[in-house]
Nanobody, 118 residues
């Protein structure tokens, strides 16, 4: 079993930046097995950022060039750096775990709210 705790969400104006953190504990196969999803009200949860098998960040088209996923193995933590935030980025952001790519994600954190205002 794994435990995932997100932090770093909040209210930010359009064009601003936030950095989300996901601290992982328990039986983690690899810190690279962590990824980020988001879900806006009334919309389906979508994959925002993850790591390929080779460890390279993979991004949704809507965030590519603005968001960066990174990891700190010593701290068992994955980050999502979000720059040039837009109103459409408003959502609850979730950290998720899978044993390895391309298997589906099966463990989830509690989520952290990101609200982008004009």
């Amino acid at each position: 079993q794994v435990q995932l705790v997100e932090s770093g969400g909040g209210l930010v104006q359009a064009g601003g930046s936030l950095r989300l953190s996901c601290a992982a504990s328990g039986s983690i196969f690899s810190i690279s097995s962590l990824g980020w999803f988001r879900q806006a009200p009334g919309k389906q949860r979508e994959l925002v950022a993850s790591f390929s098998i080779s460890g390279i960040g993979v991004y949704a088209d809507s965030v590519k060039g603005r968001f960066t996923i990174s990891r700190d193995n010593a701290k068992n933590t994955v980050y999502l750096q979000m720059n040039s935030l837009k109103l459409e980025d408003t959502a609850v952001y979730y950290c998720a775990y899978r044993r390895t790519a391309p298997w589906p994600f099966g463990s989830w954190g509690q989520g952290t709210q990101v609200t982008v205002s004009s």
